[in-house]
């Protein structure tokens, strides 16, 4: 610590955040995951890919591309941010920043060292090495936090899968991980030989974690590791494998927010696995932000963990929106205090008891679910959009903070995707917000839901490869910027 009196109020925090001269570079595709945030601390940009604002964002900086781009990663597009000429030339000058991402890995660590900038995250290594599904079992035996029936080792056969979970005692209806990856992608459902056909080039080969298949609820909530213990935010609950919105069985595609969906007693269990496996995060040498998912045995209502995503994350922009909202503090600013040359003293229990009590609100995740790769020559632009009683959606006005929505039938839509970029079997073509839910209480999506679904994945045009004409920017924006 430097000589920065210690902070003892939040006005005092919110005060020194505001006033923060250290650069704080949030590199990511699109500003979504800490849009917001902005508007809390001083000097705090995005360096972002889409310039999904149209330039309209005055704490957005998109360089120029120099061509097509191919990317295999979340990661390939930090590094490409990272080492751009004018990503350099726009710091350039500047006091040493401090560098906040998605995804990065070691070369991101080199570039950044490189062009003079700290990540102000865990190491890649260390989260590489708790992304691991197995890893994260292990720290949850040792955090008393418990895990779905389960056991360990590896199967290159539909029979070695048998002895494996006779052994481990979880029966024949299995569900079967694979340690890294997106669980919608690598989690695999088996009970019978053809089952294990369909999914062995994907598991032969690698550890796995076998459970026990159980009637279960999935969720998801973000809590945050300090030096004064571990910071929960709301209690989620998955939308998942929707073929309306999602190509991918099981694959996540948004979640409801609210304090009604889980019987009583759950949200404080799953508050409660949260703080500890923090705990056992920050003791690990882990601090900062962290998404956990858990699964509530439906026959029982126990809470059992589900997997780690040790960083920010897809529950980072509800999170925030809620903390925020309700509680009138973003939990996100106790990451940055971890990472900035100050120290605070709170009454922490107190902080956290203003983030329990909230309304109902949902995210959902676009995806293309076509099969098809075509050219957008149109697509909704970001902002406000309104519901009519017919169910159709329309564009109402431009805004730059998740929290401009009114009423139910407003939803605030961020696009990824837009003219002149390719639409793809999978592709994240926006995300949205708003106010109530959109999943039943059996599981189902609400009328609502399927609108904005369909009216806002029918606010894009694009035509196939070889019969697309020229893009034309929009009218006021510069050409050369927008190619």
Known sequence: MTDNPKLTSLTEIFRFLRRNETPIY??????FSLLGIDQWVGGLEFVNYFDIFDGGHARVFVPERDGPQEFNSMEDVANYLVDHPQFAEHIKGRP???AIFV???EETERLC???????ALPRAELRNRLDSKIETTRLGNEAGVASAPNIMGEADSFKELMKLAKKGRVGQDLVVQTPYGDSGRTTFFIKSEEDWDRFAPKIIGQKLKVMKRLNHLPGTIEGCATRHGTLVGPVMTDITGFEEITPYKGGWCGNDISTTILPDGVPEQVREMA???GDR????????VFCLDFLLDTDDNTVYLGELNPRVSGATPPTNLITTTYGGCPLFLFHILEYLDVDYDLDMEQVQARWNDYDNWTQLILKQTEEKVEL??????????RMAEDGSVSFLRAAHNITSVGDENEAFYLRVYGIGEYCYHGA??????ARGRMQTDERSLTERAKAWNSGLKAAFTSVPLGAAPPVQPPQGLDAAKWF
Do not use: H, N
Not at 26 to 31: A, D, H, L, M, Y
């Open 376 to 385: 957008i020559t149109e697509a909704p632009q970001s902002g406000v959009w």
């Open 113 to 119: 060292e490189k062009v003079g900038i700290d990540i």
């Open 275 to 277: 703080r500890k496996f």
């Open 281 to 288: 995060l920050y003791a690990e040498g882990y601090k900062g």
């Open 26 to 31: 949030v590199i990511t595709p699109t500003p």
């Open 428 to 433: 994240d073509l926006g995300c949205l917000l």
């Open 103 to 105: 995804m990065f890995d």
């Open 96 to 98: 040493r920043g401090k």
